[in-house]
Nanobody
Framework: QVQLVESGGGLVQAGGSLRLSCAAS????????MGWFRQAPGKEREFVAA????????YYADSVLGRFTISRDNAKNTVYLQMNRLKPEDTAVYYC?????????????????WGQGTQVTVSS
């Protein structure tokens, strides 16, 4: 079992930045593909970014490419999402997720473990 806890959300003005963290416990995440998803009110949960256990070749949703950066520190058992140039449409609850030994996963059903989410609100 892997427990995931997100933090770092908050209220920010458009154009600002936030850094989300996802702290894992229960197992080392060094063998897990880690992802970030988000869910806005009335919408389905959508993929944001993911990174494999080696930290190579992260991939992103088109809507955040060039603005968001996913990274991981296996020694700290933590994954990060740096969000720059935030827009009002980035407002959502952001979730961290994990799946064991996958090279690629961008669908919610592909992930086994989820955090409780952290709210990000971007004002215009």
């Amino acid at each position: 079992q892997v427990q995931l806890v997100e933090s770092g959300g908050g209220l920010v003005q458009a154009g600002g930045s936030l850094r989300l963290s996802c702290a894992a416990s229960g197992q080392t995440i060094s063998n897990y593909l880690m992802g970030w998803f988000r869910q806005a009110p009335g919408k389905e949960r959508e993929f944001v970014a993911a990174i494999n256990w080696s930290g190579e070749r992260p991939y992103y949703a088109d809507s955040v490419l060039g603005r968001f950066t996913i990274s991981r520190d296996n020694a700290k058992n933590t994954v990060y999402l740096q969000m720059n140039r935030l827009k009002p449409e980035d407002t959502a609850v952001y979730y961290c997720a994990a799946v064991y030994r996958r090279w690629h996963a961008s669908r919610t059903y592909e992930y086994n473990y989820w955090g409780q989410g952290t709210q990000v609100t971007v004002s215009s």
